[in-house]
């Protein structure tokens, strides 16, 4: 299944419990789409969200995205790892 | 130890074994600032490369990428993660 990192540009201030409950929702919806979010890193100060996901296509993981109510500024499908 | 989330935006084209060996020259150059490269993912289409890495402190993590050849744009301290 293709990997896809996304980014999020606007989350300044996001504490644990947010980050946590925002990738409960991705979870919660992730299934009708064929996705599935893996981890997710915030850095609060500048608002920036990476999460890792699989998912059949980009347009998946933003539709997923979407319906959690955070939709992500950019979706890249990192078809290479190390 | 802090955790950085690092982003390249210029390596358009980058393949699997380019990949490797720019982490395989982050390894070989990480050990004197104490910095520790755990994941990269590359889209050679758009040129994004996402690097996870444990370190003091992002001047570290960017120390290590230049004197590995290929500064970081960006780098951001992940303090959260799920």
């Given at each position: 299944m293709p990997v896809f990192m996304d980014v999020h540009r606007?989350?300044?201030?996001?504490?644990a419990d947010e980050l946590r409950e925002a990738h409960r929702q991705d979870l919660e919806v992730q299934g009708t789409e064929h996705v599935e979010f893996k981890r997710a890193w915030a850095d609060p100060e500048s608002g920036m969200v990476f999460c890792l996901a699989e998912g059949p296509d980009a347009d998946a993981v933003r539709r997923v995205h979407a319906l959690a109510g955070h939709p992500a500024d950019e979706v890249y499908p990192v078809t290479l790892e190390v």
């Open positions: 606007n989350m300044r201030g996001i504490t």
